[in-house]
């Protein structure tokens, strides 16, 4: 596996009114690889999501995106370097007066440059992957279930077959089985592409099957990041709580022999 | 830290060899939506125009990457038919496969005109019929939970109504008063250009005390407390609603329209009738000084001469009107707020409609007062 930085945070600092969210927080996220990036409620895990496709810009410090600074980069290089990552925001984030067609059809047909036919042909295997069928095609997001949302708002980041793949909780309001499909999503597209995920999830099953590497953002900086075997070694208080929790414990009990 | 500038992959591209096995066409590059960009449609030009040909092999065992998107090119390119001949990595080949079986889908089925307009005709009846039931039901409701509060006055949502008279009555001073003032200088300036001709000029003093009071404040206030308040009110029910707040009320056991709707009814009920008075005034104020200007009519005749040419029913016709129209305004703005399902399309669509609907429905009501009050209120 290459060592180059798909996404590099760079002593980003961010502060709202008087409030420190991130204090000093440097990651290098490989290619290639899944990430995930775990902290407390309120921790400034999807600020910094935000952050690392420019959507917000830190207070100092800087972000780089496929080895471009993006506060370096006027708007349309921004948005192309954009077009190569697909974001699964936390509530889904579907355009609520589209149906699932249209929402996952939405950036192909923004690109122009694949025609209806593929497009739709596109569109269901999208859904195929996500576990959804083309009967749900033509409903609105206001009739699915929670879960359903994830996963179109999951196809739809698929879309553009993005080359980094940024996931806010995709797992939570799933039920364990499509957790698990989730999983074995993920590593199927890695293993045809060459994806690299950050995942930002308090599943520790998820954490544990998927990610090469966990970083712990407490404190308003990142207090332990490597192989979860490091993580688990970590002495923070946050880190050691949240993986030698009672579920935790559980969940590695069964998978991860240290 | 430093970070290793993007590794770029080599381009996608294709070539036609002349092999021992016949004419193969040899792929390789990087085959994504992403690298592909704005070369695709040229790469699939000159290859659905190769595909054509029989007997044709192809080699994508050079290719680097094969997404979906340049999958489903390929599978078009090879009109939805595995070529013969074809050799690729396994991991492309997965990927094929899972082109390969999406079934064909079928075109959707066109209707015929007359079943259209049948489904457009159900769908208008469909809604008169929900309008017409909303229209009965919630004013009902509104009444029984105002006999409600009546009988348990402890329950009188106060600080509710007076949120609502802050934000739709005391708000809203500024630009009725602005906009009624101007009013009154437009319409004074005009009559006075005829009244002059007549010498007529003391009966400016009528026409604008009994225009004004009687039928501009109200309507102008109506208006414009209809687009500035009403819309809020359908909004902010609207968006109470995509939150699922609507729900979370009715799971703890308050009624929504108890809590938001009487106190928004309510609330513009008190307040419209002074808004009303309020945008009178400035009317008046806006015509006193115009007839200053333009017919030399100090103030002070101006305000001797009101009283008799502007009997008092016609305040009470103001305030009546204005009850009515604030009612009536809060009432139309809620329904459609109620009516909003959680999408952003139905949000702006029934905020338009509240507007929309709320000057008609004063507009009505204002039409019927003037035939029924004929004869009350002139000198």
């Known amino acids: 596996m290459s060592r180059d930085c798909v996404l590099a945070l760079d002593h980003v600092h961010t502060r709202y009114g008087g409030e420190v969210v991130h204090d000093d927080v440097t990651l290098c996220v490989w290619r290639n690889e899944v990430l995930g990036l775990v902290g407390g409620s309120g921790s400034g895990k999807t600020t910094l999501l935000r952050q690392m496709i420019g959507l917000e810009h830190p207070h100092s410090g800087s972000v780089s995106l496929f080895g471009t600074r993006l506060d370096r980069v006027g708007p349309r290089r921004e948005r192309d370097l954009r077009d190569r990552c697909g974001v699964l925001f936390q509530g889904g984030a579907l355009f609520s007066s589209l149906t699932v067609f249209d929402n996952i059809a939405l950036p192909l047909r923004e690109k122009r440059l694949l025609d209806e036919p593929a497009i739709a042909r596109l569109v269901s295997l999208k859904l195929d992957m996500v576990g959804l069928s083309w009967r749900d095609e033509s409903r609105m997001p206001a009739e699915l279930s929670g879960g359903m949302i994830k996963r179109v708002a999951l196809a739809r980041a698929l879309a553009l077959e993005p080359g980094l793949l940024l996931l806010d909780e995709p797992t939570s309001g799933l039920d364990p089985m499509s957790g698990e499909g989730f999983v074995s999503l993920i590593e199927s597209l890695r293993e045809s592409l060459e994806l690299t995920v950050v995942l930002i999830s308090h599943d520790v099953d998820t954490l544990v099957d998927l990610c090469d590497r966990i970083a712990v953002l407490a404190d308003h900086r990142i207090v332990a990041i490597g192989p979860l075997a490091d993580v688990l070694a970590s002495e923070h208080p946050f880190a050691h709580g949240f993986f030698h929790g009672r579920h935790a414990q559980g969940a590695l009990r069964g998978r991860y022999r240290s | ?379």
């Open chain 2, 1 to 379: 830290m430093t970070t290793v500038p993007d590794r770029r992959p080599s381009a996608p591209a294709f070539e036609l060899e002349t092999r021992d096995e016949g004419a193969t066409v040899v792929l390789s590059g990087s085959w994504t939506l992403q690298d592909l960009g704005p070369r695709l449609r040229s790469l699939r030009k000159a290859l659905v125009a190769l595909g054509k040909r029989q007997g044709l092999q192809w080699d994508l065992r050079a290719v680097e990457r094969l997404d979906s998107a340049a999958a489903v090119v390929l599978w078009q390119i090879w009109r939805g038919q595995r070529p013969q001949s074809l050799s690729l990595r396994p991991e492309h080949d997965r990927m094929l496969q899972r082109v390969a079986s999406q079934p064909a889908r079928a075109a959707r089925p066109r209707r015929h005109p007359l079943t259209a307009l049948a489904d457009v005709l159900a769908m208008l009846g469909s809604e008169l019929h929900e309008h017409v039931r909303g229209a009965l039901i919630l004013p009902g409701e509104i009444t029984l939970d105002l006999l409600y509060i009546l009988r348990h006055p402890a329950q009188i949502p106060w600080r509710e109504i007076s949120a609502s008279i802050h934000s739709a009555g005391f708000r809203a001073l500024m630009i009725t008063g602005f906009v009624g003032m101007l009013i009154g200088v437009v319409v004074s300036y005009l009559s006075a250009i005829e009244l002059q001709l007549y010498g007529a000029d003391t009966y400016i003093v009528d026409i604008l005390g009994i225009s004004v009071v009687r039928e501009l404040g109200p309507l102008l206030a109506a208006i414009l407390v209809a687009g500035r308040s009403g819309s809020s009110m359908t909004a902010h029910l609207g968006v109470m609603r995509m939150d699922q707040e609507l729900d979370a009320m009715a799971a703890i056991g308050i009624s929504p329209t108890r809590r938001l709707v009487l106190p928004r009814v309510l609330g513009l009920g008190i307040a419209m009738p002074l808004i009303v008075l309020w945008t009178s005034a400035a009317a008046l104020l806006g015509g006193m000084i115009s007839a200053n200007h333009e017919l030399g009519i100090s103030f002070g005749q101006f305000v001797a001469a009101l009283p008799s040419a502007l009997p008092m029913a016609n305040y009470w016709i103001a305030v009546g009107k204005g009850v009515l129209f604030g009612v009536l305004i809060a009432l139309t703005a809620c329904y459609f707020g109620l009516r909003i399902r959680p999408n952003s399309e139905s949000l702006g669509r029934e905020t338009t409609n509240s507007v929309v609907a709320g000057i008609t429905i004063t507009l009505i009501a204002d039409a019927v007062l003037a035939i029924v009050l004929q004869g009350v209120g002139y000198p």
